[in-house]
């Protein structure tokens, strides 16, 4: 199994077992849907590259942020886009 496949799976199955052991309502959306400042971010931090999976998260308290995978990792962003931390 070549290793993209596998990283094709690592968000999905992050929002799954979140929606199973937790009160998160995750929904995979476009990379073009994500706010301004993600892009910009990705833009800065890993030149050249693109999101390849985006996905946004509302927890138990209506928080919401976005997830963006780049190069296999996991990026976590506010609700307006600001950086929170790589996973």
């Known amino acids: 199994m070549k290793n993209t496949h596998m990283q094709k799976l690592i968000l999905p199955g ?8 937790t009160d998160i309502m995750a ?5 073009t849907d994500v706010p301004v400042a993600v ?3 990705v833009k800065v931090h890993y ?6 999976e985006a996905g946004k998260v509302t ?7 976005y997830e963006a995978e780049v190069k296999g990792k996991d990026l976590v962003f506010d609700e307006q886009g600001n950086f929170i931390k790589e996973d």
């Open 14 to 21: 992050v929002i799954a077992l979140c929606l199973m052991t």
């Open 27 to 31: 929904q995979k959306v476009k990379s």
């Open 39 to 41: 892009a910009a971010y």
């Open 47 to 52: 030149p050249g590259a693109k999101i390849t």
């Open 59 to 65: 927890d138990a308290q209506g928080k919401m942020s």
